[in-house]
């Protein structure tokens, strides 16, 4: 599906993405994890069309895809979330799903002036697969809330509930977990699983929980330096000595001493 | 001899004055860089609290004047800086507490603050008119001359001559005394730093045990003292008028965004990156090639890149150009 | 207060200060200021596109309002053979190089990125362009200076001039927002401010193209000049039987007309500006406006959406800066001043309400009349704030004598005012 | 509703803007002109006049025609001393004046380009186009025998049109005639460049207190050029004081007429509490002095009889009136007889209401005029 | 917009850097004056007392919460997103007003004082985010968790050096190069250097990794065993239930479970709702 090939990404001198390959298979749930700063995050810009690398390839589906922007990235079915969450806060839910699709005819000037029947009717029908999209997601008593007033879960919940309004090939989350509550976590990784199972969506999950990784992700592709470091079963990584010294440790020193 | 007149004339009419300009705007810019790092702003009441501070600096050098107080050969205003200081200082102070303040309680977003300050603007527009009216006003004493053109050119025989002012001199060390002084305040002393601490991240300064309202007390006390002295150099220089201390704020914005904003570095390098541009690239280079080159190359034209009536769209255009290239100014904003 | 009602309060307060400015000072002078306040109205309603609608700071007004002018003398007055025949096609000739010359460095330097083929290109096209145009120049601006001296415009009607305005202004915003926006939007106030004041230095000196600062007088009208009314005997029995002396009813005849074109302008404008602020369209630049970076995730072209607004905010501003130079029938470059035609016109647009398109325009109308009638306020508050100083004190008389500045005073505190009771303004955003 | 008792007269000029601080004196002057016409009690039967001042802003021509329409239409003013700037003059005269036919006599607008204005016979002005100060500029150099100089002008209708006319005019080589823009904060650029162009003298034709004076000050600074050739706009006794130094030796031409005129008005202002030797105030003077004297003429308080009778009272024959004879003239008016009214700047009308204008050829000696020759 | 009804808080998304500096200003009202402490004694050494109160003129997010903790302890607050735990650690030092309850260290009630004042009290806190001065070097940083002490802090310097010894090596680095594990570890070190007697920590493992992270809860163990209260927020709450003397569980903003952390891991209850099973 992705295919990365020799990525760099220098910041001056400093080598944020060295020379990183590696491949995303369609259809899976592939975790992406590795020591803070390993350039997890700065990847994922490069190949959301966030930043644009210093050298070397993105393919998807057989096409260069390099440095594309984020927007163009969109509409061929890339879509990723944010570690933190971006949500239109002051619009409501239900809008903030419905700005999403693109080539909606309302988004043009002419059509807003001497359009507004086709808007109509389109409008209709978007409001129809919001609505459709909050009940999904279990939050369709806030579909008139502001998007800035809920809770930081439901904002998380909403950010899929965006992947969802279009068809999406494949989707980048990045640390959807950082921060939020584990029972919560859980929903969102049935909701992740799901969307696999159901729409076929690809998906590629940054995450430093274990747990999560463990309960969702097949293969897991650990980073460190800049490139990949190793690849397989989050079983196999767990017992790979290079990644146990990298990033993994070995639990907590002090915790029988103390309690 | 012809080279040495090429350089006097040139450092007679391009550096001399570039110099001056360019550190009356650099002290300007370190006014706005400072409002803008730490207080989050753009001021766009600087020219006109410029003009209030000289206003009150001339009141003051009249006073003395009357008093018959004076430096002798040095203009007496240098005397009553501290007075206008002083009287900025308070005019600036009250206008964050009746004004400013409350948007900082509200935690207003800066671009409120921007908005504000427009107000405020016009109030001390009109403030210095109705005190000290619209007149251009000249309030320099003492010698105006550490040398004459002309007292040069009999001095050295040559054909050029080379002027060089007492307000030139002065402007020029003060600058430097000053922005010397800052980078020493702002780096070295505890409140220098926990200013610095302040303009990174409020609410961590705040955990740090610092006083935020301590700290854009002492903001505005040395804006104060950077707009006042400023402002009086300026105005001994050239001469006071309200009119043309509001224009100032478009080569001062210049100054401070190429630069680089809220870096004092880059206030400085940006006064003299729009002082040079102006007067550099309109100079006319005939009477400097006239005496470089040999006698059959000699220009016939005025050899002017630019006619002077586009200096001051020149200036933009570099700011323009500057900004496409390196984003962040010269130096990049982040100092203070 | 609900909004609908505050709206239609606030519209009528203005309304009542307009009656009143006509029932005890005149009914011309009231005409005249609801003729500006529309104009004022729709410059507000292009910078509330700009900044209500998407956050984005011009800081540059004046400059599209003086190319809106500059449009009028393009398109209306009467060409001058003499100096086209002079060097009217080399002058273009020379613009045309150097638009050539711009485009090529640009294209060439995103091919090579190299500097020193921009730097080389960019001399070595200046210098033909400069060989071209002065002698071209120098013999328009010799034919007749003091009448003429420049290439004269079109010779179409005035109010053609007024799209001309907006796309003349159109296209500068899209030069500038090629360069401010494509690359970072994060400069476009200091970007705008700049190229605003090098649009007047342009102005003021290429005297060729519109005269420069020796200003065009006498541009023609859309409306029949008063004079002639004055002496159209049908215009002076229509006048008696509406019981006006033929003076006074020319002037109101013509004011009303101007109004009124005005006003149909203002209300298209309106209309299409809601119509899109309603639409999906209006939600998309909400969003945009919230979060740039995750609109851009979600799939919105955020740096063309931008130059959109930019461009279109802008053109509105032509327009109205075509409309003004119409009604006054004067091209005079030195008249843009920032105070007055971009600090003033963000007065309006903040004291209104940035973000509600009603808002905008109740602020163009409100601070247009507080502009003009602070004149006559002022002077009566200061009397009034220095009655309690003895009578011939140095100090009434200084305050007395200075209270011309009072109108600034006065704008200043009516925004501070606003600002701190009212921060979204009188007609906030929904 | 002018009271039968009562007569307005308009008095625009740009008490904000950049011509600010010349304007204050201007319309005292104005105003002084009306107070020796009521002092007199000779003004109609007892009329009072009541001047009404507003702001022109100098560059604003929607301010200011919105200003001119308040006082024509709201306040009721029979005639309009002003405007001063020749671009809102000319938006003025167009957009309020010619239609409410309203007469109006500008001091100071003094653009060449005014002087061929549709004004149905509503404009004049005291002060007199710039198109003759450049021929006589050009005349005085020439006699100086002087064939080489730079001129800078101040950027605008004013500055421009005085340039081309001296250029027009001027019977040697111009090195370089580069505009400056007043109010900017440096301007060694300008100078600069005409130090390079160089010449026996710089021909500076702006603001006594604008860039004119700026560029004077750069150029003393730096000793570019030691000779000054002033045009009207640069006479003001301040600037004459604060650079002796530089100007020693300059001169320069103003609307002037010979002696008696200009010393008279000296006189009147002497105790007036400003300073009367400021640019534009005798035009001042002269041209509310005027509007009184033509309804005098008219033997009405009415525009039209402002607008008919100006150049009656403007011109020979009959009999020379001063400044400070005001009095003296309303009571020949009303006696039916004729005036000649000379004023504080000697006014002699030519066709379409233009001031002839005279000249007074001065040199800067001690930081005080000195007058050479009246042209 | 994330202002919410804040009218003043309206940039309309405003980018432009000419204008306006970027970056998040401050979130606390600066231009407030501290009240009067009120002497008292007993109780534990730190306690927010039946706490109410919201975001400026917004509804109540406390709804009468308490939370304490004793000298020398370890008190570990884990609760839902949004349920309002970062909002009581502001509560507890000053950033946002209670409107009733009471917030009493060792016995005196501070509620009156403000946060830079409560510093001086001996309390630090290093918030969940934006915890460092990121244009200053990590000893400029170190340096200004010292600005209210007179004394040399040369030693407090070094022991927080011993405690994160790579701050050492890049003590000269600006901290805002730094990733995101050093730069909690700078954080922590800036709240150690005001030598507080109570240190409050808002989730100080978020987005770490797992290495890191068993870094992070060593060193707040040895910091605890130095004789510091310790509070903090979690979400590895099972990690940090199993070193706290006491836990609590918020939701919604009231206190639903308190108990030692061993209590609360075993309640099946708190696991099944709250630990993710
Ligand atoms: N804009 C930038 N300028 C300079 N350095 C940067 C920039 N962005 C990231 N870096 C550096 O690049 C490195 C990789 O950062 P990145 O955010 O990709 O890490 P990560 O793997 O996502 O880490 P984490 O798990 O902590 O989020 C870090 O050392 C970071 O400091
Ligand atoms: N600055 C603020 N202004 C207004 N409301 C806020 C603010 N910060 C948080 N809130 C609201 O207060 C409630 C509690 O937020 P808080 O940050 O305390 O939760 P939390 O328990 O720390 O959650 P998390 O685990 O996600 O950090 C939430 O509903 C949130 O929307
Ligand atoms: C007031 C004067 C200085 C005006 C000038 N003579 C002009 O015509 O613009
Ligand atoms: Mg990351
Ligand atoms: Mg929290």
Not at chain 3, 264 to 283: D, E, K, M, T, Y
Not at chain 4, 17 to 24: A, F, L, V
Not at chain 4, 243 to 260: F, Q, R
Not at chain 5, 113 to 121: A, E, F, G, I, M
Request: glycine letters at 12%; charged letters at 15%; proline letters at 4%.
């Amino acid at each position: 599906m992705i295919k990365v090939e020799n990525l760099h990404r220098h910041f001056g001198a400093f080598r944020a993405v060295d020379g990183a390959s590696l491949e995303i298979a369609k259809g899976s749930i592939t975790g992406l994890v590795g020591p803070n700063g390993a350039g997890k995050t700065t990847l994922f810009n490069v190949i959301a069309g966030a930043l644009q690398p210093t050298s070397g390839r993105v393919v998807m589906d057989g096409e260069d895809i390099t440095g594309l922007p984020p927007h163009e990235l969109f509409h061929k079915g890339l879509l990723r979330t944010f570690q933190i969450a971006h949500e239109f806060s002051s619009m409501s839910c239900r809008e903030n799903l419905m700005m999403v699709p693109g080539a909606q005819s309302g988004e043009t000037l002419w059509s807003t002036w001497f359009g507004r029947k086709r808007i109509a009717e389109e409008e209709r029908a978007l409001k129809a697969k919001a609505d459709e999209v909050l009940d999904f997601l279990t939050i369709s008593h806030l579909a008139d809330h502001p998007a800035g007033a809920i809770s930081g879960g439901q904002k998380k919940l909403l950010e899929l509930g965006r992947t969802m309004m279009v068809d999406a090939k494949i989707v980048f989350l990045d640390e959807v977990g950082a921060g939020v509550n584990r029972t919560l976590l859980n929903t969102i990784a049935d909701t992740i699983v799901r969307l696999n199972t159901e729409r076929g969506y690809t998906f590629c999950v940054i995450e430093h929980d274990m747990d999560f990784i463990g309960r969702i992700c097949d293969p897991v592709i650990v980073m460190a330096e800049g490139k990949k470091l190793a690849e397989g079963s989050l079983a196999d990584i767990k017992a790979n000595e290079q990644v146990i010294e990298a990033y993994l440790g070995t639990g907590l020193k002090n915790k029988e001493q103390v309690g | 001899m012809d080279f040495v007149n090429a350089i006097v004339a040139l450092t007679n009419f391009v550096l001399i004055p570039a110099m001056t300009y360019g550190s009356q705007l650099a002290l300007g810019a370190l006014g706005v860089t400072m409002i803008y790092g730490i207080l989050r702003f753009s001021n766009f009441a600087h020219g006109d609290t410029m003009a209030f501070g000289t206003m009150v600096t001339i009141l003051f050098t009249w006073l003395f004047q009357s008093w018959g107080i004076s430096l002798g050969p040095l203009p007496t205003a240098l005397l009553a800086i501290p007075f206008g200081i002083a009287g900025t200082a308070l005019m600036v102070l009250a206008t964050d507490r009746v004004v400013y303040r409350f948007y900082r309680a509200q935690k207003a977003k800066p671009i409120i603050f921007v908005m504000v300050s427009i107000g405020v603007m016009f109030v001390y527009n009109g403030v210095t008119r109705i005190i000290l009216g619209t007149d251009d006003i000249r309030f320099d004493d003492g010698e105006r001359f550490i040398i004459s053109a002309g007292d040069f050119k009999r001095a050295t025989g040559l054909a050029e001559g080379l002027g060089l002012k007492t307000t030139q001199a002065i402007t020029v060390i003060t600058a430097i005394i000053v922005v010397v002084a800052l980078f020493w305040f702002l780096n070295r002393t505890r409140t220098g730093k926990s200013m610095r601490a302040y303009s990174d991240n409020e609410d961590l300064a705040l955990l740090s045990g610092i006083n935020p309202e301590r700290v854009v007390m002492v903001t505005w006390l040395i804006v104060a003292g950077l707009i006042t002295i400023a402002g009086v150099l300026y105005g001994l220089d050239k001469s006071y008028k309200p009119f043309t201390y509001f224009q100032l704020l478009l080569p001062i914005f210049a100054a401070a965004i190429v630069g680089g904003l809220g870096n004092p570095l880059g206030a400085i390098a940006g006064g003299f990156v729009i002082a040079f541009s102006e007067v550099g690239l309109t100079y006319a280079w005939k009477k400097v090639l006239g005496y470089a080159m040999p006698e059959a190359l000699e220009p016939s034209g005025l050899v002017q890149l630019l006619a002077t009536e586009y200096k001051f769209a020149v200036s933009f255009m570099i700011l323009v150009v500057v900004l496409l290239f390196r984003p962040t100014g010269l130096f990049k904003g982040k100092s203070v | 207060m609900n909004q609908t009602v505050k709206t239609y309060a606030l519209f009528a307060l203005v309304g009542v200060l307009i009656l009143m400015t006509g029932l005890f000072q005149s009914w011309d002078y009231a005409l005249k200021l609801v003729a500006m306040g529309l104009v004022s109205a729709i410059m507000a309603l292009g910078v509330n596109l700009q900044w209500g609608i998407a956050g984005l700071f011009n800081v540059g007004v004046m400059g599209f309002v003086a190319l809106g002018g500059m449009a009028v003398v393009l398109t209306s007055v009467q060409p001058v053979p003499e100096a086209w025949s002079a060097g009217g096609v080399r002058a273009l000739l020379a613009l045309v190089i150097g638009a050539v010359v711009v485009a090529a460095s640009v294209v060439v330097y995103k091919r090579t990125r190299s500097a020193l083929m921009l730097v080389a290109l960019l001399v070595a096209g200046f210098v033909l362009y400069r060989w071209v145009r002065d002698d071209a120049v120098n013999a328009i601006e010799a034919v007749n200076p003091a009448a003429t001296g420049y290439l004269g415009g079109l010779g179409l009607p005035v109010v053609l001039a007024w799209p001309v305005g907006g796309l003349l202004a159109a296209g500068a915003a899209w030069i500038i927002g090629k360069t401010a926006l494509g690359l970072r939007s994060d400069y476009l106030a200091i970007a705008t401010l700049g190229i605003s004041e090098i649009i007047i230095a342009v102005m003021k000196n290429e005297e060729w193209l519109t005269r420069g600062v020796k200003n065009v007088n006498g541009l023609p009208r859309p409306m029949p000049y008063e004079i002639d009314l004055q002496s159209d005997p049908a215009f002076i029995d229509r006048a008696a039987n509406w019981g006006l002396d033929p003076t006074s009813a020319s002037t109101l005849y013509v004011k009303l007309g101007y109004v009124g074109m005005f006003a149909v302008v203002l209300v298209i404008l309106l209309v299409l500006a809601q119509l899109a602020l309603n639409s999906p369209w209006g939600r998309m630049m909400r969003a945009i406006r919230d979060n740039e970076t995750s609109a851009r995730a979600m799939g919105k072209d955020v740096t063309f959406r931008h130059l959109q607004v930019f461009i279109l905010g802008s053109a509105i501003c032509g327009v109205a800066g075509a409309m003004m130079t119409t009604l006054d029938g004067l091209l005079q470059p030195t008249a843009y001043q920032p105070l007055r035609y971009t600090f003033l016109i963000w007065v309006m647009v903040i004291v209104g309400g940035s973000g509600n398109n009603f808002g905008a325009i109740l602020g163009g109308m409100l601070i247009w009349f507080l502009w003009i009638q602070v004149e006559t306020v002022g002077p009566e508050l200061m009397v009034w704030a220095t009655s309690a100083l003895p009578d011939g004190s140095a100090l009434k008389m200084h305050l007395l004598e200075s209270v011309q500045h009072m109108r600034l005073l006065t704008m200043g505190v009516i925004l501070l005012l606003v600002l701190r009771f009212s921060p979204r303004g009188l007609l906030p955003e929904r | 509703e002018s009271h039968a008792s009562e007569a307005k007269i308009g008095i625009m000029l740009g008490f904000t803007g950049p011509i600010e601080s010349i304007t204050p004196m201007m319309a005292d002057s104005a105003e002084l002109a009306l107070t020796e016409v009521n002092d007199s009690g000779q003004f109609l039967s007892g009329v009072t006049l009541v001047p009404v001042r507003a702001d022109s802003t100098c560059v604003d021509p929607a301010a200011a025609t919105a200003a001119a329409e308040r006082m024509i239409t709201s306040d009721g003013i029979v005639a309009l001393m002003g405007a001063d700037c020749s671009g809102v003059t000319g938006a003025v005269l167009s957009n309020v004046a010619v239609p409410n036919g309203i007469p109006m006599i500008s001091p100071s607008a003094t653009s060449p380009a005014l002087s061929d204005a549709e004004d149905n016979g509503m404009f004049f002005r005291t002060a007199p186009s710039d198109a003759r100060q450049g021929a006589v500029l050009a005349e005085i150099l020439a006699e100086k025998g002087i064939t080489e100089v730079a001129v800078t002008y101040t950027n605008n209708d004013y500055g421009k049109g005085f340039a081309d006319a001296f250029a027009e005019n001027f019977d040697g080589t111009i090195t370089l005639s580069s505009p400056h823009d007043d109010g900017k904060a440096d301007y060694s650029a300008e100078i600069g460049a005409l130090a390079s162009a160089g010449g026996e003298a710089l021909v500076v034709l702006g603001y006594t207190d604008q860039g004119g004076k700026g560029m004077i000050q750069a150029s003393y600074d730096t000793g570019a050029f030691d000779t000054y050739v002033m045009g009207d706009g640069m006479y003001g006794d301040t600037l004459f004081s604060e650079l002796s130094d530089a100007l020693e030796g300059s001169y320069g031409t103003i609307p002037w007429a010979e002696g008696e005129g200009a010393d008279a008005f000296a006189k009147i202002t002497e105790g007036a509490g400003f300073d009367a030797s400021s640019s534009y105030t005798r035009e001042s003077y002269d041209a509310a002095a005027l509007i009184a004297l033509a309804m005098m003429k008219g033997g009405e308080v009415s525009s039209e009889a402002v607008a008919a009778n100006i150049m009656d009272v403007a011109n020979a024959p009959g009999e020379p009136i001063l400044p400070g004879e005001l009095g003296k003239a309303l009571e020949i008016l009303a006696e039916g007889g004729d005036i000649d009214y000379v004023g504080a700047s000697g006014v002699e009308f030519i066709g379409g209401g233009e001031a002839a204008g005279s000249y007074r050829h001065y040199n800067v000696v001690d930081g005080a005029t000195e007058t050479v020759e009246f042209k | 917009m994330s202002g919410g009804g804040n009218p003043y808080q309206d940039d309309r998304g405003n980018h432009d850097a000419s204008i306006t500096k970027p970056g998040a200003g401050g979130s606390v009202d600066p231009t407030r004056r501290s009240g009067p402490v009120i002497e008292g004694s007993g109780g534990p050494f730190l306690i927010g007392d039946s706490m109410t109160g919201g975001y400026g003129k917004g509804p109540d997010i406390l709804h009468d919460c308490t939370i304490a903790v004793d000298r020398g302890e370890i008190a570990v607050i884990v609760g839902p997103n949004g349920a309002g735990k970062s909002t009581a650690m502001k509560a507890v030092f000053g950033m946002l007003d209670v409107r009733s309850g009471a917030v009493r260290l060792d016995g005196a009630d501070i509620t009156q004082l403000t946060p830079q004042d409560r510093v001086k009290h001996g309390m630090g806190f290093v918030p969940q985010t934006n915890n460092i001065f990121t244009s200053m070097s990590v000893e400029e940083n170190l340096e200004m968790g010292a600005f209210i002490r007179e004394d040399d802090m040369q030693q407090t310097m070094e022991q927080v050096y011993t405690l994160f010894p790579i701050l050492r090596d890049k003590r000269r680095q600006p901290a805002g190069e730094l990733s995101g594990g050093q730069r909690q570890q700078v954080a922590v070190g800036r709240a150690l250097m005001t030598q507080p007697k109570v240190l409050m920590l808002d989730e100080p493992t978020a987005g770490v990794s797992p290495i890191v992270m068993d870094e992070l809860f060593d060193r707040i163990i040895e910091v605890a065993r130095s004789g510091i209260s310790i509070l903090m927020v979690e979400q590895n709450a099972r990690q940090a239930l199993e070193i706290a003397d006491k836990g609590y569980v918020l939701v919604q903003g009231a206190n639903a479970h308190t108990g030692s952390g061993k209590e609360l891991l075993a309640n099946p209850e708190v696991r099944q709702s709250f630990l993710g099973g």
